[in-house]
Structures are given as C-alpha cells and as structure tokens.
C-alpha cells in the first residue's frame, strides 16, 4: 500500500489537497483510504460531509476516517496510563510523571499507527494522511529516538529497581509506584509499534511526503526547514505543493504588488528542492466537496496519478566509496554553520538548526571518528577516519 503524507505549515491547505490527492487517486482507479490525524480535524468540512472515527465512504473508492487519538491512547496503553496516574496520585515527582505522560510525539505516533491498521486490511492501494502541521510531524519522527533513550536509560534501571523495591514499596503502602508486568509489557508493545511506524515511514518505495505550501516568504522559509528536516529524519519528499496562488485575472490593482512577490517566491522554489513543484491557484470560494475536489486534483496533478510516487528519492543514505563508507543526507538550503555533526560509541550524532538525530553507525564505523562533514550542492556529506 502507498502512502502519501501531505504536511505544511498550518493553514496552508493541508486538508484540502489531501482530501484533492485522495479524489484525484480514486479517479485513477486507486482504491483510497483518507486518514486525518491533525487533531484539528477538518476532512469532513472539505469533503462537506461528516467524517469521523469509524471508516466512511465519502465519494466512490474513497473510505475516510478521523483519528481519534486520545481514544486510541486509552485504548492501547491504558496500563501506562494507568501506572503515570497512579505515580501523579501517590505523589511521585510531578514534573516527572508529566513529562512521561506527554511524551513528546506519542501522539502523532498513535494517529500514525492507524495507518499500519489500514494496510492490515488489505483493501486499499493508497493510504493519503492529512497531518498535523510539519511540527508535529517532526515531533513524530523524532519519537522513536526519545522512547530509545527512554526505554535504554531510565526504563531498564526502572525495571531492576523495581523488581528490588517492590516489597519494601509494599510494605509502605506505595505499591503504586511499583510498575507491575502488564505496565512493562504495555512498553514493550509501544516500542514495537513505533519500530512498525517507523519502517513504514521510512520505506521510500512505499512511503512519501508532500509539503504544501504557499508562496508567501514566510511559509516558503517554513517549507524549506521541514524539506531538511524531512530528509535528516529518511522521509522522502516528491513534491512541493504550491497552493493559492493569484490567479492571472487577479493580479492587478492592489494585489500587483502580491503577484510580484509570488513570482519571487514560486522562483526561489522551482530553484529549490529538486522535486516537482505542482501548482493550485486561489479559487473564488473554497473548494468544498468531491466535485470541487476533484477539479482541484485535475488543476495540481495534470495528467499524473496522485498516487504515484512523483520523484523517488533516498534522502539519507550510506554510500560506498572505494574502501570507504559516508554518509549522505539531500539537506537543500542549509548552510554549513546550521549543521553540527559527531560521531559518539555506536551512534552519529547529528544537529540541523534545532533539529537533532542520533542515527546508528554501522558495524564498520563505530569508534571511528568523523574525518569531514561538508555541505556539497545541498548534500551533506560525512566521512569518517
Ligand atoms: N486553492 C484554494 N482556493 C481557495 N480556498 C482554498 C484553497 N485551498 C484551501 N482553501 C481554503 O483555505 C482554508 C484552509 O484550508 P485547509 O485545507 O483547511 O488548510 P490546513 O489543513 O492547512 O489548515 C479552507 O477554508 C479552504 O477551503
Ligand atoms: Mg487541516
């Protein structure tokens, strides 16, 4: 099964092009899923019709559904939860407890995970995802890293000290405190669900992004950071999607000066990413409903299948060089001074802005260090000593 992530920054038109890409997929003989997992739910005002938790056909061959995240939390870790309230109850660290019930990205994960569920039955050809803006995205996709730590550091130690304390806990009375098995075993299936997410997500024959935007100074600046940090995390981008721009009829008057910006910015963009650029225009009123879709779907794609993947790519990859192995991430518009690289025990560690990433080593390179990291026509490369 494909999928398709759309994401960008908010307001942008995430949800229309998504519930476009999903139209435009079914009208190529695709047979759709429509997942939101933005939990500013909006597919049903798209479609103009009401969507929710359980799948619902809202057009021929196109079967959409809204993540009810909290639910599914509850649903599946109802052992963790019930642990953390219990730890909040007896009064354990506060701030502790808070941070481990925020788990920063466990919830993008969860709606995500969703997406493993449709494959699961094997209906459809193409799963299209209106995300949450790009933050939460990467948020997402920086989980699997913040739960290794997690589960690595503090959840090994937690479990030894727990087996040591649990009768001294008990017999004063904070048996709470005292995670039991099903709260062991109940991490034990979140981190093989983020493992599951995780390679779907970064399985680049299956798995694609595509970044909407406008062209607006300020959203393209956006949309060139997620494009970086999409790559430095292994997402592939194939397309940028340029929305609401002025079409020709209204680009005199007052919005001259707007359409001669947008010129700039559609400029700087075509110049940018390497990957299809497509183009919707502003409409007279919002394209609500499967018909309004569906042209806009026309208008984007042209003739290409919405469900094809538009530019393959793997934006991080070990690379071979004569005897030597590097390691090269497509990272379009970022300059030297943004990128910090290290090498440390088993991992690289990596630093784009205020994106970070430990990513393995292979066998062969751990306890070298990092020989070069240059930045070389938007790639970073590293090399190793
Ligand atoms: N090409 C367009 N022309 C006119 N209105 C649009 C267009 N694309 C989106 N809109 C409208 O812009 C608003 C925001 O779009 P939406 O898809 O909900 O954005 P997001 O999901 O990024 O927050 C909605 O009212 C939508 O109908
Ligand atoms: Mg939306």
Redesign the pocket.
Known sequence: MRVVLLT????????????ATAIGAAAHGHRVFLLST?P?H?VG??LGRPVGARPVEVAPSVVAQEVAVLDEIERSWSEIQDWLRGLLREGADELVAEEILVFPGLEELVALRAIREVEALGEFDVCVV?CA?TGSTLRMLRFPDALAVFMGGVFDLERRAARALKPILETVGLRGLVPGDEVFAAFERLVSDVDDVRQILLDGDRTTARL?TNAARVVVDETRRSFAYLSLYGVATDAVLV??LLPSAAQGGFFARWAAREHEELAALEAGFGVPLLR?????????GVEALAA?AREVYGARDPAAILQRGRPLRWRRVGATTRLEIDLPHVSKEEVEVAARGEDLHLRVRDARRAIALPASLVGRSVQSARLERDVLVVTFA
């Open positions: 960008g920054k908010g307001g942008v038109g995430k949800t229309t092009m998504s519930a933005d500013a909006s005002d798209a209106d803006p909407v929305n609401r919707a225009e502003l409409r007279a009123g919002e394209p609500i806009l």
